[in-house]
């Protein structure tokens, strides 16, 4: 008498999990030294300094009643513009506070805002490759989850695939950039492109098509590539971003929904989202967490991008001398290289062997691809390199 | 194309909230000192000396990535153990690490939970008076909420009403003791008389009926009553606890689900609840408030009851001895005092007249009934008084 459905989510753990905790046990038997262990996205460098500073700051000098206590559900107002101003004076967009609904990270953000696009029949697209979670995000609140197969040259956008998976029951298109696996940051142009379709598809259809713009690796970029606002491209677009990343706090759960005026219907639609967190047993986001985020966005906090640049680089040059064929990323901190044989679940099955662990890409959508993880030691990459090397070479 | 049913439930807001946001903006129009607001249950005391030390102690001694990062699902397994060990010192159990789900507060808890249990045509059962977010997390799961009417002498349990609720679909009973509104701890002779007829039934209908005990308020007893731990009395019980209360930290999320080995299923169950939580978007729980909430758990830290209790026994000899119907609450924060006309909603409404705020008992199934929160400055109580005796006085 218990749900299999959710027993079933609950026993299959996800390829990375597995792969990781594999690693983990593996170090204990030729020590840590020797595993090469690419498979997760933690990031590897400390939160920044003023990020410290503002938690000791704010618990030694402020009220424990106010910065512990209950927020709005949405989350307290000065937090909530400090995030508004910020958007706008980077993006010269248009949001207020009231735009800014606060949750516990990116996945609930996700949930929420899905949640409230649920009607009948209704589905969601991901263009591949796409973050795996997406698909029970989808399907565990009764909507179907559609794929656009990717554009493996670039992995940009395949239009005449977008195309031909918009349906009249289509609500929203997934987009996420910089992207998790590829590293690619999606460029204006293809934005623009996708929204133009959007928008053509929308009046079609007689009704509107969301863009949900899922942006944890905002601030990972490199090479001097800017990272679009997507609700300035298209606006009937809603943000869900986290601080995990880009402030190196990933497990404590800091992110928030921004609805802009802009959006179709964007009040109503933010009057669901909240709905729907009430039904996901959102109160508040945490409230200490809400106020750092709100002091690192007026500080500019940043974490020190130059140590997952210099891994980026120094694997994507090796990589690719070695005959690995790899789009170079320019954001996030993935890398999603071809398999040699173009079977990347057996490719990975070899690597395991040699102790070197990437996560093939069938989960994401491209089963031809893996995925390394470049926020990792840099001491572990250069070991890893001849691993890398022997492997191409045993199949070529 | 928005989900009607999401947007209904964000735009309805609770009454609570609605009173709370109704004294904020009478305090600018008479003056807070003028305003007598019983409405939210927001710890009035700060969280205690120990955890603060925590906090601090664990952002300058310990490295970022270890305090920030991701945690496992359920929560790292030092906490987790920190937890189980804490409770099985005061209440004898057989908690291992491996029962403890750490979550972003009891809510989420709770909908994981239900939505673990979650299967075509079940119910789930409330005790009134109740919490009344269960609705929500009950029905946005698909499932029928059903209520057991109060017993109004004591706030125990109607024994013959419960058994009337009772039906071959009902998956689990939701237990809330420390009561909210009542403030009321159920006994242990209340507990074995619920466990020996859910046993009766579950033996009748031939699955386990379960019971969901939300036991936010668990520290917050007075007069030296024991809150009984469930498990102990009836086996096929599950724990879902926060520390919002318990260590005045609502605003931060923590807490966390046990599921006892003694309870039917428990490994499957507690596997489906990990499956349940990813899809409302759980991650992990805030990580630093995981580390402060078993700091906290090992040091015995709990915060300063007595201020709580002082303004308790204040209010209830206070508003008795004005001719108030009141069963004497031992526990949590709150009283549930009787309307003198048998209307609360009426009466809540000429109390809102003189500023005073207090909350109508419809929405926790007791409309003959008006909620006091006790967790408030005591200048406020006693300039209250005069207010409560005018109120009684003029209805009488």
């Not at 218990?2 to 999990?17: P, T, V």
């Not at 400090?82 to 996700?110: D, H, K, M, V, W």
């Not at 796409?130 to 009764?142: A, K, L």
């Not at 942006?215 to 970029?221: D, F, I, N, T, V």
């Amino acid at each position: 008498m218990l749900s299999e459905a959710m027993y079933a989510l609950g026993a299959k753990k996800s390829c990375i999990r597995e792969l990781f905790e594999y690693g983990m046990r593996q170090s204990a038997v030729v020590g840590a030294e020797n595993v090469y262990d690419f498979s997760i996205g933690n990031p590897s460098i400390p939160a920044p300094q003023k990020v410290k500073d503002a938690f000791v700051r704010l618990l030694t000098e402020r009220d424990s009643l106010e910065i512990h206590g209950y927020t709005q559900a949405a989350g307290r107002m000065d937090a909530r513009e400090a995030i508004a101003e910020g958007l706008n004076s980077r993006y010269n967009a248009c949001i207020r506070a009231q735009n800014i609904f606060f949750t516990c990270g990116a996945a609930p953000a996700l949930v929420a805002l899905i949640r409230a696009l649920a009607v009948d029949g209704a589905e969601i697209l991901a263009i591949a490759p796409y973050f795996p979670e997406y698909r029970p995000f989808v399907e565990s609140n009764g909507m179907r989850f559609t794929i656009v197969p990717a554009d493996t040259d670039a992995f940009q956008i395949s239009f005449s695939a977008l195309e031909a998976q918009l349906t009249p029951h289509t609500q929203a298109v997934i987009v996420n950039s910089p992207n998790n696996p590829s590293g690619v940051v999606y460029t204006e142009e293809t934005l623009r492109r996708l929204g133009a379709i959007l928008k053509r598809k929308s009046r079609e259809y007689g009704h509107f098509i969301y863009i949900i713009a899922d942006e944890p690796y905002r601030e990972l970029a490199y090479d001097g590539v800017k990272v679009p606002f997507i609700p300035s491209v298209y606006p009937d677009t809603v943000v869900c971003y986290s601080f995990s990343k880009s402030l190196s706090l990933p497990g404590e759960r800091i992110g928030y929904i921004c609805v802009p005026d802009c959006a179709a219907e964007s009040q109503k639609l933010f009057t669901a989202v909240a709905g729907a967190a009430r039904t996901i047993g959102h109160v508040c986001a945490p409230s200490l967490l809400q106020l750092v985020a709100a002091e690192a966005v007026q500080a500019g906090a940043c974490p020190d991008l130059e140590a997952y640049d210099r891994n980026r680089v120094m694997l994507y040059e090796a990589l690719t001398s070695y005959g690995y064929q790899c789009v170079k990323p320019t954001g996030a901190f993935y890398m999603f290289v071809k398999a040699p044989d173009g079977d990347a679940a057996a490719f990975s099955e070899l690597a395991k062997g040699e102790n070197l662990l990437i996560v093939p890409g069938g989960d994401f959508g491209c089963p031809e691809f893996f995925r390394i993880s470049t926020c990792v030691a840099p001491e572990m990459i250069e070991r890893s390199l001849s691993v890398f090397k022997r492997l191409i070479e045993s199949i070529n």
